[in-house]
């Protein structure tokens, strides 16, 4: 089975929290890493995300620890979105 990572960024503008967290991230710049496997459909290639992490903090602070976080897309996405609705 193949897997691949893609990575992108998620930017915040205000404060945010997933249901995964235990308090409020700040607003910022947000790696995040999406796992996917290769599947065939119908002699085609295609790719199904199997897990998504956020990695802790937002990028440029310089904290003690970094945390990768898995979380789930969809929620993600609505935190997003409503993070683009507020500003």
Do not use: C
Request: no cysteine.
């Amino acid at each position: 089975m193949t897997i691949r990572t893609t990575q992108t960024v998620a930017r915040f503008s205000s404060p945010f929290l997933l249901p995964s967290f235990d308090a409020p991230q700040p607003a910022g710049d947000y790696r995040v890493d999406q796992d996917e496997e290769l599947i065939e459909v119908f002699s085609r290639l295609a790719w199904r995300r199997v897990s998504a992490f956020i990695h802790l903090p937002a990028i440029g602070m310089n904290p003690q620890t970094y945390q990768m976080v898995p979380i789930d897309p969809a929620e993600l996405e609505a935190a997003l979105e409503k993070d683009h609705q507020q500003s």
